[in-house]
């Protein structure tokens, strides 16, 4: 099964992160990858460019789609999406397992989402 690990960071933990924190965080997620990399369940993963940095389309019946500067969905809580993996693994519980480990002071929570892969779909 195939999953999405969306990391969602404090804006303002990570702008008050010092080079030690920063170091550990990427330490951490170095030691993950190379574990992953063994049981092959990593698939893909990158961090992500900042919301201000961002442009949402958006679809319009009788128009031109829009685009818009920020994400296309404002949280109330302030955090962002700041990172994700594609995982394949045996099971949700195995793609909980492995979020967890990305889980810190400034990553205050993570989605683990199942992807419906409907590439190939229709094929044989």
Not at 33 to 43: A, I, N, V, Y
């Amino acid at each position: 099964m195939k999953f999405m690990v969306l990391m969602y960071a404090d804006p303002a933990k990570t702008a008050a992160m010092t080079a030690e924190e920063r170091a550990a965080v990427f330490a951490r997620h170095e030691a993950l990858h190379k574990d992953l990399e063994g049981t092959g369940e990593l698939l893909n993963g990158a961090g992500l460019a900042f919301p201000s940095d961002t442009t949402t389309l958006r679809w319009q019946a009788d128009a031109d789609p829009t685009a818009e500067a920020g994400p296309a969905v404002e949280p109330a809580s302030g955090e962002h999406v700041t990172a994700y993996y594609v995982l394949e693994c045996a099971d949700a519980d195995r793609a909980r397992e492995i979020a967890e480990r990305v889980l810190d002071f400034h990553v205050v929570a993570v989605e683990v989402r199942s992807i419906h892969d409907f590439f190939g779909m229709g094929e044989g």
